[in-house]
């Protein structure tokens, strides 16, 4: 379903991966579709389908629209186009009903923050935030009513801080994942296994809490930890 075609004309959706037996559908939604190709990327996703997951891409400026030259969409163009994006998979026969994770990644973030908090999205579970700036919507945080782990490197203590400011806003489950790496995790070398493995330990806590024992198939990064509310205990929910 590369290049799909939703209600609104300016979302593309790549790459659904959904086989028969998932147990819920992660959604990684990206400002625009540069790291789509990258190694890393697809590592993540590996590991998610690993693990019985759907997957699938969602871009928010696609590339098509960035050489016509037009504008980026602001924010409140961004959360329609996500709420256009789970109304068409609420009527997939495919995905319908699958619990549903909203993996917000860079520029996108507070988007996927603004559209959880203003509409009711058909199936949404959790909210995963990498990079970003979601201390910037610190008004929408303290509405969103669904469990929230931010994703953030640890190297830098003034966006540490401001992400932790960020967590006392969320009323909701929530944790702070630290990753032993610069401002930029992404960017990061390792960084890909260490999001994958955070990413996987939350969405087990949050969409099946009764196997929240069973682990990962992979091995954390050296000096990984967690934050529950601005407390280091990994893997616990407030």
Not at 60 to 84: C, F, S, T, Y
Not at 146 to 152: E, G, K, L, R
Not at 220 to 233: E, F, L
Request: hydrophobic share 45%.
């Amino acid at each position: 379903m590369d290049g799909l075609q939703v209600l609104d004309p300016a979302v593309r959706l790549h790459g659904l991966q959904l086989p028969a037996s998932a147990r819920a559908l992660v959604l990684v939604v990206q400002f625009d579709s540069r790291s789509q190709q990258e190694h890393g990327h697809r590592f993540v996703l590996d590991v998610l389908h690993a693990n019985g997951l759907g997957t699938l891409a969602v871009t928010l400026h696609p590339a098509e629209d960035q050489r016509l030259g037009h504008a980026a969409p602001g924010m409140v163009q961004i959360k329609h186009r996500l709420r256009a994006v789970f109304e068409w998979l609420a009527a997939q026969p495919a995905a319908s009903g699958l619990p549903i994770a909203l993996l917000g990644v860079g520029d996108a973030v507070r988007g996927c923050i603004a559209a959880a908090v203003r509409f009711r999205l058909p199936g949404l579970r959790t909210l995963v935030l990498l990079d970003g700036r979601p201390y910037q919507s610190a008004q929408l945080l303290a509405r969103l009513s669904q469990p929230t782990m931010m994703v953030v490197g640890a190297c830098d203590a003034r966006t540490l801080n401001l992400h932790r400011g960020a967590l006392r806003q969320i009323s909701a489950p929530s944790r702070l994942d630290l990753l032993p790496m610069a401002t930029r995790p992404v960017a990061a070398p390792g960084a890909h296994q260490a999001i994958a493995h955070a990413t996987m330990d939350w969405l087990k806590k949050t969409l099946w809490p009764q196997d929240a024992h069973v682990r990962a198939g992979l091995q954390p990064a050296a000096g990984h930890g967690s934050t529950a509310h601005g407390h280091r205990a990994a893997g616990v929910l407030r």
